[in-house]
C-alpha cells in the first residue's frame, strides 16, 4: 500500500480499511460521496459504483453497492437495469429522506436512455435498507444527467437535504436542484452565454449573498471565451434567486478549465468563502501541462492563487477537497489530487498533495501503490472509523489492480494519527 495499515505502530497516515472492486476494468469508484451510517449500527458505510460493470457480457450497465464500515462486509448491491447507462458513475449517501432514520443512497446513470430512446440520464434514490426506490427522475430537456452531484443543504426549507446535479450537453448543460424527499426540480441553472459541457462539475459553497441559502459553482471545461475559444469555464450563482454572481475563463484550451470546481475556506479575511477552480490538463493529449489550480474570491472574483502540478501530464487538480485544519492554523487545509503522476518509472500511480491553504505551503504527499493506479482520482472526507475525531480521508485508486482483474480499482480509508 502507499501508506501502512494502521494495524501498525506509528504517526502520520495509515490505511484503515480497504474495499476491492470485483469487476474486470469495472473502475470502482468514479465518484463517491462521504460515508454515512446505512444500517444503524453506529458506524459511517462506504458506498461507491462500478460504473463498468457489464451485463449480458457486453452491456455496460454498471453497478452500485454499500459496505459496512465496521465490518467491510458487502451491506447491499445493485446491477444497473439501463443498458450502457454507467449506473453507478456517482453514488452519493444522503441523510435519511426515507424517514426510516438511516442515510439513504442517491445513485446516477448518466447514459441511460430515455424519453425517445435518447441519452438524457437518470438518477434514482434508494434505500439500503429496503433495497426500493425512493424516487427516480429523469429530465426530457438535457444529457447527461447526473453527471456530477453535490449536496445542497436545505434549499425549500422541508427538512430534507437536496442535491445539485448537473446535466452537462457539448453545446451547454444544466444544473437542477432537486428535491431530496421526491426528487421534483426546485430550480434550474442555465449560462447567460458560452456554456459547452456546463454542469461537468458542480459544487455547494457557503451563502455567499446572504439570503441564508447555500449557493453554487459550476465547471464546464469545453466553455468558450468571449472569442470563441473553448478554453473552459466556472461560474457562481446564487442558488435562491439563480443570478450568476462570477465567471472566470481559462486560458488554454488544452486545459480543461472548471473540469473540477469547488468552495475552500476564507483565505483573504473577508468571512466569505473562496473558489477554487481547476484546469487539470484534460484536453492535453500529449501530456506537456503540468495541470493548474487557481483560488478567487467568492466575494469580489479577484484572483487569490495560482498553483501548478510538478510533473508535466499528471492531471494535477483533478480532485480538490477542503479537508481537515492539518497545520493548526485554524483554517482547513487542501488535498489536491494527480492521479496521472509517474512515480520511479511507472506511469499513472497517482498523488495526493495535501496543501495548506492559509500559506500555500505543501505539508505532505500521499502515492499510489504501483503502476496504472490512478490514485486520487476522487477523494471525499470521512469520519474517523474508531471514533477519536482524526482526520480521515476515503480515496479512491480508480483503475488499481485487484488479484488478475485489470483496472478493478480500490478505495482506502486513511487516518491521520498523532498529529
Given at each position: 500500500?502507499?501508506?501502512p495499515?494502521?494495524?501498525?505502530?506509528?504517526?502520520g497516515?495509515?490505511?484503515a480499511?480497504?474495499?476491492?472492486?470485483?469487476?474486470?476494468?469495472g473502475e470502482?469508484?468514479?465518484?463517491?460521496?462521504?460515508?454515512?451510517d446505512v444500517?444503524?449500527?453506529?458506524h459511517?458505510d462506504i458506498?461507491?459504483?462500478?460504473?463498468f460493470k457489464l451485463?449480458?457480457k457486453v452491456?455496460?450497465?454498471?453497478?452500485?453497492?454499500?459496505w459496512s464500515?465496521?465490518?467491510?462486509d458487502l451491506?447491499?448491491?445493485?446491477d444497473?437495469?439501463w443498458?450502457?447507462?454507467?449506473?453507478?458513475h456517482?453514488?452519493?449517501?444522503v441523510?435519511?429522506?426515507?424517514?426510516?432514520?438511516?442515510a439513504d443512497?442517491v445513485?446516477?446513470?448518466p447514459h441511460?436512455?430515455?424519453t425517445?430512446?435518447?441519452i438524457?440520464?437518470?438518477v434514482?434514490?434508494?434505500?439500503p435498507k429496503?433495497?426500493e426506490?425512493?424516487?427516480?427522475?429523469?429530465?426530457?430537456?438535457t444529457e447527461n444527467l447526473?453527471?456530477?452531484?453535490?449536496?445542497?443543504g436545505d434549499?425549500?426549507?422541508d427538512?430534507?437535504?437536496?442535491l445539485?446535479?448537473g446535466?452537462p450537453?457539448?453545446d451547454t448543460?444544466?444544473?437542477?436542484v432537486l428535491?431530496g424527499?421526491?426528487?421534483?426540480?426546485?430550480?434550474?441553472?442555465?449560462?447567460?452565454?458560452?456554456?459547452g459541457?456546463f454542469?461537468?462539475?458542480?459544487?455547494?459553497?457557503?451563502?455567499?449573498d446572504g439570503?441564508g441559502?447555500?449557493d453554487?459553482?459550476?465547471g464546464?471545461p469545453?466553455?468558450?471565451?468571449a472569442?470563441g475559444?473553448m478554453?473552459g469555464?466556472a461560474?457562481l450563482?446564487?442558488s435562491a434567486t439563480?443570478?450568476?454572481?462570477?465567471?472566470w475563463?481559462?486560458?488554454?484550451?488544452r486545459?480543461?478549465f472548471g473540469?473540477?470546481?469547488?468552495?475552500?475556506p476564507?483565505?483573504?479575511?473577508?468571512?466569505?468563502?473562496e473558489?477554487?477552480?481547476?484546469?487539470p490538463?484534460?484536453?492535453?493529449?500529449?501530456?506537456?501541462l503540468p495541470?493548474?489550480?487557481?483560488i478567487?474570491s467568492?466575494?469580489t472574483?479577484?484572483e487569490?492563487?495560482h498553483w501548478?502540478?510538478k510533473?508535466?501530464?499528471?492531471?494535477y487538480g483533478?480532485?480538490?477537497?477542503a479537508?481537515?485544519d492539518?497545520?493548526?492554523?485554524g483554517?482547513?487545509?487542501?488535498?489536491?489530487g494527480a492521479?496521472?503522476?509517474?512515480r520511479d518509472?511507472?506511469d499513472?500511480?497517482?498523488?495526493?498533495?495535501l496543501?495548506s491553504t492559509r500559506t500555500?505551503?505543501?505539508?505532505?504527499e500521499?502515492?499510489g501503490d504501483?503502476?496504472?493506479?490512478?490514485?486520487g482520482?476522487?477523494?471525499t472526507?470521512?469520519?474517523?472509523?474508531?471514533?477519536?475525531?482524526?482526520p480521515?480521508?476515503l480515496?479512491g485508486?480508480?483503475?488499481?489492480?485487484?488479484?488478475?482483474?485489470v483496472a478493478?480499482?480500490?478505495?482506502d480509508l486513511?487516518?491521520?494519527?498523532?498529529?
Amino acid at each position: 500500500m502507499g501508506a501502512p495499515p494502521c494495524s501498525a505502530s506509528g504517526d502520520g497516515w495509515c490505511v484503515a480499511r480497504r474495499v476491492s472492486g470485483t469487476e474486470y476494468r469495472g473502475e470502482l469508484g468514479f465518484r463517491f460521496g462521504a460515508p454515512l451510517d446505512v444500517d444503524g449500527d453506529g458506524h459511517a458505510d462506504i458506498a461507491a459504483g462500478t460504473r463498468f460493470k457489464l451485463q449480458q457480457k457486453v452491456l455496460q450497465n454498471g453497478s452500485a453497492s454499500v459496505w459496512s464500515g465496521a465490518t467491510g462486509d458487502l451491506i447491499r448491491s445493485w446491477d444497473g437495469e439501463w443498458a450502457e447507462a454507467l449506473f453507478g458513475h456517482w453514488v452519493m449517501p444522503v441523510p435519511d429522506i426515507s424517514g426510516d432514520g438511516l442515510a439513504d443512497l442517491v445513485i446516477a446513470a448518466p447514459h441511460a436512455r430515455v424519453t425517445g430512446g435518447r441519452i438524457r440520464g437518470i438518477v434514482v434514490a434508494r434505500s439500503p435498507k429496503t433495497g426500493e426506490d425512493i424516487w427516480k427522475h429523469e429530465e426530457n430537456e438535457t444529457e447527461n444527467l447526473g453527471w456530477d452531484m453535490a449536496l445542497a443543504g436545505d434549499q425549500d426549507g422541508d427538512g430534507r437535504v437536496d442535491l445539485f446535479v448537473g446535466a452537462p450537453a457539448e453545446d451547454t448543460g444544466r444544473v437542477y436542484v432537486l428535491n431530496g424527499k421526491d426528487g421534483s426540480v426546485l430550480r434550474t441553472y442555465a449560462p447567460r452565454e458560452r456554456g459547452g459541457s456546463f454542469g461537468w462539475y458542480v459544487a455547494r459553497v457557503d451563502d455567499l449573498d446572504g439570503d441564508g441559502r447555500a449557493d453554487l459553482a459550476v465547471g464546464g471545461p469545453v466553455a468558450a471565451d468571449a472569442d470563441g475559444t473553448m478554453v473552459g469555464g466556472a461560474w457562481l450563482f446564487s442558488s435562491a434567486t439563480g443570478k450568476e454572481l462570477h465567471r472566470w475563463d481559462g486560458t488554454d484550451r488544452r486545459g480543461g478549465f472548471g473540469g473540477v470546481v469547488a468552495a475552500i475556506p476564507d483565505i483573504d479575511g473577508d468571512g466569505k468563502p473562496e473558489i477554487a477552480v481547476a484546469a487539470p490538463g484534460t484536453e492535453d493529449q500529449t501530456r506537456t501541462l503540468p495541470g493548474e489550480l487557481r483560488i478567487y474570491s467568492g466575494a469580489t472574483g479577484a484572483e487569490l492563487r495560482h498553483w501548478s502540478g510538478k510533473q508535466p501530464g499528471e492531471l494535477y487538480g483533478r480532485m480538490i477537497l477542503a479537508v481537515a485544519d492539518l497545520d493548526g492554523d485554524g483554517v482547513d487545509d487542501l488535498a489536491i489530487g494527480a492521479p496521472w503522476y509517474r512515480r520511479d518509472g511507472d506511469d499513472k500511480v497517482g498523488r495526493l498533495e495535501l496543501r495548506s491553504t492559509r500559506t500555500g505551503e505543501v505539508l505532505t504527499e500521499l502515492f499510489g501503490d504501483g503502476v496504472d493506479c490512478w490514485f486520487g482520482w476522487h477523494v471525499t472526507r470521512a469520519p474517523d472509523p474508531d471514533g477519536h475525531g482524526r482526520p480521515a480521508l476515503l480515496i479512491g485508486s480508480l483503475r488499481h489492480p485487484v488479484g488478475d482483474k485489470v483496472a478493478a480499482g480500490v478505495l482506502d480509508l486513511y487516518v491521520l494519527r498523532g498529529r
